[in-house]
């Protein structure tokens, strides 16, 4: 059954987080790339390839903010699980 949390809408979610984010509503953006964040750590774990890419997404968006100290630790984050990940 699908739902709020399943992978399949979780991407939907984060597809329309980069829309909202490409036409610059960075604070209509910013709730939904949580959302896809905390829906994929809560489904899939924290060091999913799809969670660290949402880590990643997140981080982009706080960049582009001006939130630049949570946008540092996110990428760090996601940096520290792929080297985890791939070596």
Known sequence: QLGASHPNTLTSVKN????????????EAEPLFRRALQGCEKQLGASHPSTLTSVSNLATLLEDQGNLDEAEHLFRRALEGREEQLG
Not at 16 to 27: C, E, F, I, T
């Open 16 to 27: 329309l987080a980069v829309l909202l984010r490409d036409q610059g509503k960075l604070g």
